[in-house]
């Protein structure tokens, strides 16, 4: 079975500041990774998704991930922070022979002016 | 075109009655899910539909949950005798069919269970 560790419920960032969320796995190899983002009362959005490939990602809003095997990782980073950016993110994981999404807990994100 | 809805987008529901929860996908994505996302379990995925046949309903947490989906587009997702433990949001998502296909999800329906 598939799990996803976000490390810190909430993140802080100044404006300008780089965002670095943390995503861990655990999954049969290959997984299919993905991050969305949920503003609220709203439905999520998909930021960018790993499944075959270059394992740098690049998303929208100016945000990428990179996939690690090695560390089972897939951190999400933006260089620099925005206040439109201010909403909770998810990272996801889909298992080989699976189409479930299993998702972490998530991370709300603040942009402090 | 037009993405996932849902319906209604809120629902307050007296202890012990029934809801129909309802999904229209994208059209032409022959692959639809339902997840439920509470504060205590985050997001958690229900059932998964591939036309209108359900090969994973792993995730119904009772036999009080039932889905069905009729033509290979809409879907309606039954809780019968509702419980406070089920108030949650439902999120309905369609896909192209594919393992690796994005899931693009609908607004939701928040269920309010008095």
């Known amino acids: 079975a598939q799990s996803v560790t976000q490390l810190g419920s909430h993140v802080s960032v100044s404006e300008g500041a780089l965002v670095l969320l943390r995503c861990n796995y655990s999954s049969s190899v290959p997984p299919y990774l993905f991050w969305y983002v949920q503003y609220p009362n709203q439905g999520l959005q998909l930021l960018l998704k790993y499944t075959t490939g270059a394992t740098l990602v690049k998303g929208i809003n100016g945000f990428e991930a990179e996939f690690k095997k090695s560390e089972t990782s897939f951190h999400l980073t933006k260089p620099s922070a925005h206040m439109s950016d201010a909403a909770e993110y998810f990272c996801?994981?889909?298992?080989?022979?699976?189409?479930?999404?299993?998702f972490g807990k998530g991370t709300k994100l603040s942009v402090i002016p | 075109g037009a993405g996932v809805s849902q319906s209604p987008s809120n629902k307050v529901t007296e202890k012990g009655k029934d809801v129909e929860l309802r999904c229209d996908p994208i059209s032409g994505h022959t692959a639809l899910y339902w997840y439920r996302q509470s504060l205590g379990q985050g997001l958690e995925f229900l059932i998964y539909f591939q036309g209108n046949s359900a090969p994973d309903k792993s995730g119904l947490p009772s036999d009080r949950f039932s889905a069905e989906r009729t033509g290979g587009s809409v879907s309606t997702l039954t809780i019968q005798r509702t419980q406070q433990e089920d108030s949650a949001v439902y999120l309905c998502?369609?896909?192209?069919?594919?393992?690796?296909?994005?899931?693009?999800f609908g607004p939701g329906t928040r269920l309010t269970v008095l």
């Open positions: 998502a369609s896909s192209l069919g594919l393992e690796s296909d994005t899931q693009y």
């Open positions: 996801a994981v889909i298992g080989a022979g699976s189409y479930q999404l299993t």
